[in-house]
């Protein structure tokens, strides 16, 4: 089965810019949707496609996707995106990254 | 706006039956995949099957055997039973909406509030 690998942490300072990795076999061949997830909140969808930007995520928000690496980047760090992220891909069924918490110092 | 209620048991005994509930508001049910979605304690998030209006299911293989999802479009609801629970499908449940954009292109776009389910002798 298909398997997708995240960071387990990620610390950028308030401000700058952190990048989420999401590695998997020519995951640069399919469709990479990012999701962010606060405690006790439902996940949201805040890029699908690899770099769509759903209605109301803002523009700090951006993604990528080649090769072997598919990446969310959040540029302006603010304290409110201190969460954890999730990649996800379709392979015959839908498959879940392990989850990156960002930490926002 | 799309909004998903769920509701169902929050405490249940090994080996009893779970079971679950998510009523669709504000949208169609048709042309959509529905599916369930559950994050164990300190866990990351594990997609457990779906479902389509026309009664289309596909499951996680590990699960399949023990899950049966169904829906009733004329309700706008649709439902998840698993069987033979233990301690390790304790969880927080979600159910969701599969959007489509595209060939193997199925994010989620719209979520339940998430029901904790407790499964303790």
């Known amino acids: 089965s298909y398997e997708v690998t995240q960071p387990l942490s990620v610390s950028v300072a308030l401000g700058q810019t952190a990048r989420i990795s999401c590695g998997g076999y020519n995951i640069g061949s399919k469709s990479v949707h990012w999701y962010q997830h606060k405690p006790g909140q439902a996940p949201v969808l805040v890029m699908f496609?690899?770099?769509n930007r759903p209605s109301g995520i803002p523009e700090r928000f951006s993604g990528s996707n080649s090769g072997n690496t598919a990446t969310l980047t959040i540029s302006r760090v603010q304290a409110g995106d201190e969460a954890d992220y999730y990649c996800q891909v379709w392979d015959i069924t839908m498959v879940f990254g392990g989850g990156t918490k960002l930490t926002v110092l | 706006q799309v909004q998903l209620q769920q509701w169902g048991a929050g405490l249940l005994k090994p080996s009893e039956t779970l079971s679950l509930t998510c009523a669709v508001y504000g949208g169609s049910f048709s042309g959509y995949y529905w599916t369930w979605i559950r994050q164990p304690p300190g866990r990351g998030l594990e997609w457990i099957g779906q479902i389509n209006h026309s009664g289309t299911t596909t499951y996680k293989p590990s699960l399949k055997s023990r899950v049966t999802i169904s829906a009733a479009p004329s309700k706008k609801q649709f439902s998840l039973k698993m069987t033979s629970v233990t301690a390790a499908d304790t969880a927080v449940y979600f159910c969701a909406r599969l959007a489509y954009c595209g060939a193997d292109c199925y994010p989620v776009d719209n979520w339940g509030q998430g029901h904790l389910v407790t499964v303790s002798s």
């Open positions: 496609s690899n770099h």
